[in-house]
């Protein structure tokens, strides 16, 4: 497993820390750590969104949000319904049927 991401994040857990780089990218630091050290058997191209939204500002059009990064596109299309605003809704009609779901 080797990549341009991976070497991003293996350098912002040098520079900050394993549990800053998580709550960044919205997941575990023993996540983070099982990728780190090869070890993570979950889906892998996920957390490479993940990283290339958070840390590597890689940008996506949302027909509801305008550009958005990718981390947050990523947020908002695993969010369960739920009609507490207006907006939250329009996400969910629009995540539903995105090329990227």
Known sequence: ????????????????SQAEVARRLGVSAALVNQVLRNRYRGNLE?????????????????????EVALNECIEHR?????????L?????KACRGCERR
Do not use: Q
């Open 78 to 86: 695993e969010r369960p319904f739920a009609a507490t605003n207006p």
């Open 46 to 66: 996920r957390v490479r969104s993940l990283v290339e939204g958070a840390l590597m500002g890689r940008m996506v059009p949302c027909p509801v949000l305008g």
């Open 88 to 92: 939250r809704v329009r996400l969910w």
């Open 1 to 16: 497993m080797s990549g341009g991401w991976l070497d991003v994040l293996r350098a912002e857990c040098e520079r900050t």
